[in-house]
């Protein structure tokens, strides 16, 4: 049912997800849209316009162009003026409306007939702009010179800016005869920029090639130069653009338009203030619309989350308490269960409950205050045990008698939803009445090694007698001559001290390594169960022949592991190493190897592993033998020379230290590997028997490999 809600909110939230996207676009269409025909229309207004100014200038301009044809005609091509000419001049001048002025420039720029009172024949213009253009520009014909201020207009009671429009005169040879420049009449020119009407707030004017403004609505701006702001594209196309003005800072939208017969662009500049203003109230009306939308949609959606996450901690809290009852019914039957050591704890290791068979084995009341009964049981710090869950481990301690006894436990954790830990579970055995079966089985397969080797153990034994009764002979026979002095005494009793001190190592070691194991695990040297099982076989291995190759050195690495049951391991593989030269020796008589026996010691870092192999140069291992050489009974020696349990019995001591042994060939015979933990390793962390007093940790020192004794 949960799932079924919450899948009916997951198709909401995709359906408000879709609408909000398709409304977002239609939002964005909208305002991109009308975004580009506010500013189309602002274009489109101001094309027009300046088509119209375009126009307005090419008729004036045709005019002005034609009344210069006619002076140009009536002057001819004569270096010398017409009679009457200046008369002609005047009537040219009061025909056309257009026309303020003419004057007649010859090519020594000297005023040859004007119209204009203010100059008289002979004036010189050879600085005017029209004189130095066609002087140094012979391929033009015609120019409109830049504003200026013309005095006579003032006189009208106008006053403003007029223009100039000159052609070249030339000869019938094309020599430069001067040029006709015709005044513009400033009314008649400026007159429509005064009579257009709701162009306060637009900038109007025509522009020459020069960059000059020839004409404009405002009257600052007439003269000055903008080349540097109108675009070369825009005068080659008549395109619009964003254009700053720098008399009022506002942003205006330009567009320009090329006259048809006059090298003039009209232009026209519509402020986009209003334009941008009636955009943006438009895009925050469509905005809101659409803020609104989601708005709801969120709404919608929000009390509808909040509905279902109401049913869902309902449904939650019902499949809780179920839950709980289950779990309930769990734990009493698991803590009903026969024969299993079963406790509860809460997230620091304290007692929540535990069953009967527990509180026989263990007293919870004896738990030290400064431990939690979690880290009383395991032997380690609670966030350790956390962090390796889950967790079987073989835990030694006083049960609550006081004997020593051995439990297995696993350990794991109850978690709450986000995975956080809420109670600790341990369900443990008792292991101590089979522990004990299997430590009398090792002890017997103990005996029965001894028991093998008491001839060499005699012998070892009977050596450093022989030698102490030789020298009490050797001392007896000088007392009887008189002869002994003090420092051969010194030497003889020297050496019978040397020969009592080995007996009594031997003795000694003899007794150590008979003594019943208790499976106390602890940190030490492997060399020292190594050299252990050498002293009690050292008669057997010089007396066979066998030369020991000791690839180790003492104090190099540190082993966990029960000293007595690792020495029993070696003793076993080195026995079986000597029967297989042995055996090696009759079958192929005749062989050049040496027999060796090898012994390493090494630390297989980082995996924190001792590795512990003894190899042989004997008849190896059968292909046919390698996988059952570690079952019961199963031996490959002659009746009465082998009970087939040394291999399983290793077997299983190296089990129960938590380590393996592995059997492989090799080129000179066969090799037994036994690795088992070392100090640093996690085994030493959760398996340290706790029988009375806490074991020393051991800092373990570098292991070093392949050192030739």
Request: net charge neutral; charged share 25%.
């Amino acid at each position: 049912m949960t799932m079924h809600r919450t899948w009916m909110m997951m198709a909401y939230w995709v359906g408000a997800a879709i609408i909000a996207v398709i409304a977002g676009a239609g939002t964005g269409t909208l305002i991109i849209t009308d975004h580009r025909n506010s500013y189309r229309n602002a274009e489109r207004e101001a094309a027009t316009l300046a088509a119209a100014l375009a126009e307005h200038g090419s008729q004036v301009f045709a005019r002005l162009d034609a009344l210069s044809r006619t002076v140009v005609d009536d002057r001819g091509r004569g270096k010398d003026l017409p009679p009457a000419f200046s008369d002609r001049l005047g009537e040219r001048i009061a025909a056309e409306p257009a026309a303020r002025g003419i004057t007649v420039i010859d090519s020594a720029g000297k005023v040859v007939a004007t119209t204009i009172p203010m100059l008289s024949i002979g004036s010189d213009m050879t600085a005017s702009p029209a004189f130095r253009i066609f002087t140094s520009q012979p391929e033009r014909e015609t120019f409109i010179g830049p504003p200026y201020l013309f005095l006579m207009d003032i006189f009208r009671g106008w006053v403003g800016s007029t223009l100039s429009y000159s052609r070249r005169v030339v000869d019938d040879q094309g020599q430069f005869l001067g040029f006709v420049a015709i005044v513009v009449d400033g009314p008649f020119l400026y007159s429509v920029y005064d009579r257009l009407e709701g162009v306060d707030d637009k900038m109007i004017g025509l522009i020459g090639q020069d960059g000059v403004v020839r004409a404009s609505n405002n009257r600052l701006a007439i003269g000055l130069d903008i080349r540097d702001l109108v675009p070369e594209k825009a005068a080659q196309q008549e395109s619009a653009r964003f254009f700053r003005s720098p008399f009022d800072g506002r942003e205006y939208l330009i567009a320009y338009e090329r006259s048809s017969t006059t090298p003039l662009l009209s232009y026209v500049g519509v402020p986009i203030s209003g334009h941008r203003l009636a955009w943006q109230r438009n895009s925050a009306t469509t905005l809101g619309a659409f803020v609104v939308l989601c708005g709801t949609l969120g709404a919608v959606g929000y009390f509808l989350n909040r509905q279902n996450h109401h049913n869902n901690r309902l449904m939650a809290s019902m499949m809780e308490a179920a839950r709980e009852r289950h779990e309930r019914e769990f734990l009493q039957a698991v803590l009903n269960t026969g024969g299993a050591l079963v406790v509860v704890t809460d997230e620091n290791g304290a007692l929540l409950v535990c069953n009967p068979v527990f509180r026989r084995k263990i007293d919870p009341e004896h738990v030290p205050g400064n431990v939690s009964l979690l880290e009383f049981l395991f032997g380690s710090p609670l966030h350790k045990l956390a962090r390796a869950l889950p967790l079987e481990t073989i835990v030694t301690m006083a049960d609550r008698q006081g004997e020593k006894a051995e439990f297995s436990w696993t350990l794991n954790a109850i978690r709450s939803g986000d995975g956080a830990i809420r109670n600790f579970v341990a369900i443990g055995f008792d292991n101590t009445s089979r522990r004990n079966a299997e430590l009398a089985v090792y002890q017997a397969g103990k005996l029965i090694t001894l028991g093998e080797m008491a001839t060499g153990l005699a012998h070892e034994i009977n050596q450093p007698i022989a030698t102490i009764g030789m020298i009490v002979d050797v001392l007896r026979n000088r007392l009887r001559k008189g002869v002994i002095d003090g420092d051969f005494l010194q030497r003889k009793l020297i050496t019978m001290n040397e020969q009592i001190e080995r007996t009594v190592a031997i003795v000694d070691h003899m007794r150590i390594f008979g003594r019943r194991s208790e499976r106390e695990l602890e940190v030490f040297d492997p060399v020292d169960a190594v050299e252990g099982a050498l002293t009690i076989l050292g008669a057997e291995i010089r007396n066979a022949a066998i030369r020991v190759h000791r690839n180790y050195v003492g104090g190099a690495c540190r082993v966990f592991a029960d000293r007595l049951l690792l020495e029993q391991v070696v003793l076993n593989l080195l026995r079986n190493a000597i029967d297989a030269i042995a055996a090696r020796r009759e079958n192929l008589t005749g062989d050049p190897r040496q027999d060796e026996i090898i012994i390493s010691v090494r630390n297989q870092a980082p995996v924190d592993v001792i590795d512990i192999e003894i190899g042989d140069t004997g008849t190896g291992i059968d292909r046919a033998h390698i996988e059952r050489i570690f079952d019961p009974f199963f031996t490959t020696k002659s009746f009465g020379k082998g009970t087939g349990l040394g291999l399983p019995l290793s077997f299983g001591m190296v089990r129960d230290m938590g380590g393996r042994i592995e059997a492989s060939n090799t080129d000179y015979g066969a090799a037994f590997t036994v690795r088992l933990p070392s100090s640093s390793s996690d085994a030493s962390q959760y398996c340290q028997p706790r029988f009375g007093a806490e074991p020393a940790h051991v800092q373990p020192k570098p292991c070093r490999s392949d050192v030739q004794s």
